[in-house]
């Protein structure tokens, strides 16, 4: 069997299988198109406007292997004043005052002053305070009669008065479209907002689209999990179960200044020590493009996270238009991380990191050679995973300065990241040496004296750590972790 065959065999199926996911992802989304007017209409204009569709599926990098579900993601907009202006550069801390929710009602003629700290987005009220910022909040009426007419209040506590008040909580807002959704597919309600005594004294009262009994019968809405981005359903298509999920987040509401994008997106320089073609080139349409869109802000582990959905699919619309095989690679891998990796070590490696591998390749190798053919392609894959899993470093594409191998496990024991890094490193130079060979394991035995000696030395490693092993990989399952994000010394 050749590698062509493999992948329309094992990885990629065509017919049934693409039909049935096409025809999930149609449903899906007209189904969530109803699902958002209504979580519009229960959190009174909280959430304006249509689910945007974005990862894998829309990007063309779905796996469409036997026996495995694809999950279908959306942005769902949340109403945020756009008078936003991010000061570009990373802090090594966070700044003392800094506040996680973003203020709804403190306007500054330049915009808001947004601070990022790894991914995360803050906002420092001190350092707001010595602005000149316009404030609206109601101040408590016992205070206005402790304060003399001729004295102002102190500008920092007028900040916090309305910053408390007025202000998009990270994990209210993943509790209220929770909510929503829960209203949408109960079906007692005919209207989201039918227990609402102000609603009901209207003399014309909002429509909603009918939520079909079947669409509720379809959809489940999971459990709440306040550390991930999204609010997870699944979707039952009458064969298998197909996780979806809609992430709250904030559109378009920064102006990216030109400092940001110096600052911020990195170049390649700063961490690839290999030969670089054509860098300024890619950098700047990778610029372009963050600035034309800019990024997204979503709800993670209680923060407001720097996020570019939309930037990475439109940056990987059409990247095989040269006839390379970019996209069958990337499935490739996943395919091997999904049934052969993730089932040994736990889920160290992602869908975003081996994502992110190929934004990287497709600036680092702009040419087509690197891409002529499917097995050229992973190599090229593997060859960048190999250097970023030795350093012990996955730079983030568009805030180079996190790490996206930083995990850190809930053990006394520091050996368990690396000892993780290094095991996948192991495994990806044994599927460069022979990465036919690799994937078949059950075929003939070869004579491939380098494939054979590597091999018996990924062996000899695993059995040496089979313990540490086995408990990294307990600890993967358990979730026993959390990301730590490193921020490079020097950023301001």
């Known amino acids: 069997m050749n590698l062509e065959r493999f992948y329309t065999e094992q990885v990629f199926l065509p017919g049934d299988k693409e039909w049935r996911t096409g025809r999930d992802f149609f449903l899906v989304k007209s189904a969530l198109g109803k699902v958002s007017q209504w979580a519009y209409e229960a959190s009174t204009g909280l959430f304006p406007g249509e689910s945007v569709p974005v990862g894998s599926y829309v990007e063309g990098l779905h796996l469409q292997a036997a026996g495995s579900s694809n999950g279908f993601d959306f942005l769902l907009p949340v109403r945020y004043n756009p008078h936003l202006a991010p000061v570009s550069g990373g802090l090594s801390e966070a700044p003392p005052r800094a506040k996680q929710a973003l203020p709804t009602y403190i306007f500054r003629e330049e915009g808001l002053p947004i601070y990022r700290w790894g991914s995360k987005a803050l906002v420092d009220l001190e350092a707001l305070g010595e602005t000149y910022v316009k404030i609206h909040c109601h101040r408590q009426e016992a205070r206005r009669k402790d304060v003399d007419d001729e004295t102002d209040l102190d500008k920092l506590e007028e900040l916090e008065e309305s910053h408390s008040h007025h202000n998009?909580?990270?994990?209210?807002?993943?509790?209220?479209?929770?909510?929503?959704?829960?209203?949408?597919?109960?079906?007692?309600?005919?209207?989201?907002?039918q227990n609402d005594p102000v609603f009901q004294r209207r003399l014309f009262p909002s429509r909603v689209p009918k939520i079909d009994h079947h669409i509720r019968e379809g959809f489940r809405l999971e459990a709440l999990d306040l550390d991930g981005p999204a609010i997870q359903l699944t979707f039952n298509d009458g064969c298998d179960n197909v996780p979806v999920r809609l992430v709250p987040a904030v559109l378009g509401a920064f102006k990216l200044s030109n400092q940001w994008l110096r600052e911020d997106l990195t170049h390649l320089s700063d961490w690839w020590d290999g030969d670089l073609t054509n860098e300024k080139a890619n950098f700047l349409r990778k610029a372009r493009v963050v600035q034309e869109l800019g990024p997204e802000l979503v709800s993670k582990g209680g923060y407001w996270r720097f996020c570019f959905s939309r930037v990475e699919t439109r940056l990987l619309e059409d990247i095989d238009a040269d006839g390379g095989h970019r996209g069958e690679a990337l499935r490739m891998l996943k395919f091997i991380n999904t049934t052969r990796w993730t089932p040994e070590y736990g889920s160290i490696l992602t869908s975003y990191h081996l994502k992110t591998i190929l934004l990287w390749c497709c600036e680092i190798y702009s040419q087509a050679p690197q891409w002529e053919t499917l097995l050229s392609s992973i190599q090229t894959l593997l060859r960048l995973l190999i250097h970023t899993l030795s350093k012990g470093n996955l730079p983030h594409y568009f805030l180079a300065s996190v790490n996206l191998f930083s995990r850190c496990y809930k053990s006394s024991n520091a050996i368990y990241r690396p000892l993780g890094l290094e095991a996948l490193r192991r495994e990806a130079e044994v599927m460069l040496t022979n990465t036919m060979r690799y994937l078949m394991l059950d075929s003939e035995p070869q004579h491939d004296g380098a494939y054979e000696e590597m091999m018996a030395a990924l062996r000899m490693f695993k059995e040496e750590h089979k313990e540490d092993l086995e408990e990294l990989k307990r600890m993967e399952d358990g979730h026993m972790y959390e990301s730590v994000e490193t921020v490079k010394s020097g950023e301001a």
């Open 168 to 193: 998009l909580d990270p994990e209210q807002i993943l509790k209220d479209l929770h909510r929503c959704v829960e209203t949408a597919l109960n079906p007692a309600y005919t209207h989201p907002r």
